[in-house]
């Protein structure tokens, strides 16, 4: 069974920084790509970023792009999002998500995401 736990939002100002994890268990995390998916109150879901399951491809949304960081530790079968810089247009629910592909699957991101076996989320709330 595939689990994903998010952790490490939080409340912080405009312009401050968090570090949100994601723990995968149940499958063989090295073998798949693995993205970030946002939403915000009141609005629909989003793609945040995305990562090969060798991490030498990234995706990025353009409205995070140059403030965020995707990466991964396959030893530890954890996903990373490095958040800097952020905006109040950031508070959302963070997720994580299983790719189906060990590539990124930019046709998946053309489309908007649909809830699969995510975790809970954690919330990133930015606010002065």
């Known amino acids: 069974e595939v689990q994903l736990v998010e952790s490490g939002g939080g409340e912080v100002q405009p312009g401050g920084s968090l570090r949100l994890s994601c723990a995968a268990s149940g499958f063989t995390f090295s073998s798949y790509a693995m993205y970030w998916v946002r939403q915000a109150p009141g609005k629909g879901l989003e793609w945040v970023s995305g990562?090969?399951?060798?991490?030498?491809?990234?995706f990025y949304a353009d409205s995070v792009k140059g403030r965020f960081t995707i990466s991964r530790d396959n030893a530890k079968d954890s996903l990373y999002l490095q958040l800097n810089n952020l905006k109040t247009e950031d508070t959302a629910m963070y997720y994580c998500a299983k790719g189906d592909f060990a590539p990124l699957d930019y046709n998946l991101m053309r489309r908007p995401p649909v809830r699969g076996a995510w975790g809970q989320g954690t919330l990133v709330t930015v606010s002065s």
């Open positions: 990562i090969n399951a060798g991490s030498q491809s990234t």
